[in-house]
């Protein structure tokens, strides 16, 4: 028995190579058997590393994610939009302290990671490094960027790591609603007035690429993936969850009278994978690197935003408190 | 750094009408500065057990349970919360958990209620009865 | 009290996604949904009851000097001292208003009352909480509670302007009247400032004005804000 946590520093026990290789054997076992990691048990370092890389993105893609959208949330038209708007964001934050609670379990501490997104050290969805610059964006953001976040967190509920799995599905279920309210939005713009269903297209014209950015570059099966895929970290490969997003979403859009920006999409019904035009790979790399139109601004906001809490989360700090590793 | 590289303008009201650049690049978040974490335990309907749910960072316990009642008892139907210092927890650990692996193992059939066939014994004597 | 929560409400969801710890903005969020949907509620009293317009006409369609809000809410936010000692002096003063109203001869605002009850209990929970901490947490934190106490005071009795049907309400027995009212805020927020080891402003004038029509220069680019969607198309577009 042991209790209280364990101490922030104590992440990895130091064993021999003999007993990793058991111990790995075992790991890898119950992982086949559909069984779930928990906190304290014994991972690889690999495994444990990948995974604070991965929830932790997934953490600072929802704060950030917030700011698009926030964007609109003093001028959201009539209370039911300025609800559903105000109730989407406090989500997204909502969902940030869940993931980041899940990544803690691992030994990263919430406050490191807030560190490295601020230095840009560690990075998050490259999609909220675009503008949202109408009301239209808002709605193709919470229809179509959500849509693609729930295809992502769906196959990962089922991965191998209990506290992530736990919190993807709190967040999967109140991201129905997010695409609900989205889908609601942009089908509301699109049957609209012409000045409605302009606007809507002008949005989903300029957002066309950072959505097919979403699922991240095409992949290459290296050894690395594969790994991580025997693992259960990653549940789907890129290519597989874009195609299935194509699958479900382009007639959704079509169907209302949208048009796509790309005249090479279309589905080849022999290999059941969409086809479309380079959607710029090179600038994918860009705005990753930080080269984004709204890079800047965004970590610019979470500084500010930081900086003006910092003398409430000060003034409350006990000195003597323990801390430790949240439980589960 | 004190010049903020934007590349295009700000589009947020709510940001236009604060000074960005006052922060730029001098933010760190020191340690512990989120507080320490709390377990939260969390009752759907009177009668049912409390159920753990997950952490917040607070404080204290008072703060601790209004965040709690945000984070868990905001979406979900919730009638009561607790919460306890994630420190105090004390449990098992997983290497152990063969200490549990006889539990419900068919040799302790003598303490479930199919462990015993009373219908056939019953059925037996009833049998024997008539017979007779 | 529609506007005074509509208005109100706008200001607390401003923090969305920018409050101090996750777990705050959260918080404060949620405090803000409250409110927005209250003055839905009360607008589609006006609506049901008294036949005006609709709550998206009467809440996105008004010109400055038709909203009857108290200057305090309308006041941008500033930093979270300022935001929280507001939220402390108004809230209270809201609960206590749907307390007196809670037996009201006009029914639906009784009804609403009872119904919003335990929302309005946890906002006043949370503002006290927060109050009483930072009152007492560090230097810094003293000064900012007590500097934002002292600015906002005047304001907040501004929120006990009497409106020319005061007696009429009294009278027919709809409302105990803002006289009531602000002894009762009096009483009840008294005790917890001293606790937070704050003190009440020694001189005091309200600030009056809001619930004739007249505003701060804050009030005008908020409503142009909050409007300027809604406005781009002619009233009644669905959105």
Redesign the interface.
Known sequence: MYGGGYIQEEKQEATSQIDDAQKLAEFEARIDRGEKIEPHDWMPADYRKQLIRMIEQHAHSEVIGALPEGTWITRAPGFRRKLALIAKVQDEIGHAHLLYSAAETLGKSREQMINDLLTGKSKYSNVFNYPAKTWADVTVIGFLIDAGAIVNQVANSKGSYGPYCRALERICYEESFHLKQGHDAFITLATGTKAQHDMLQDALNRWWKPIMHFHGPPDKISEHTAKLMRWKVKMATNDDMRNQFLDMYVPKILEIGITIPDPNLKKNEATGQWEFSDPDWDEFKRVINGDGPCNAERLAVRQYVEEHGKWVRTAMMNPNQKVVIPFA | MSKIPLNTPVLDPRIKRVDLESTYGTTAIGENEHWISWEVFHQKKRGDQHVHVGIVHAPDAQLALLFAKEQFGRRLACVNLWVTKSSDIFSFSYDDEDIFDNATAPEKQYREAAGFKVMEKINRYKKSKQKA | MADDELIYG?RM??W????????????Y??M??DK??HA?ANYSILEKEFQTAN??KL??FRKENEMMNCQLVEL?NH??DFSLVRHFLFDHADFIRYEMLSTSSFAPLAQLSKKIKGELK?HV??AD?WLT??GN??D??HV?MQSALNELWNYALGIFEPSDFEAQLIAEKIFDGEKVLQQKWIEKISPIIEKANLKIPTSSSPVYGGRKGYHTDQLQP?LT??A???S??AEG???
């Open positions: 706008h969801s401003e969305t996604g920018m409050g101090p710890i996750m777990e705050e903005d959260i918080a969020s949620s803000a949904q927005i949907g839905l709550p998206d809440a996105f941008s930093e979270y946890y929970l949370h909480t901490r930072l947490a560090t810094e934190s900012r908020l804000e909050m300027e969607v809604i781009s198309e577009t669905e959105w």
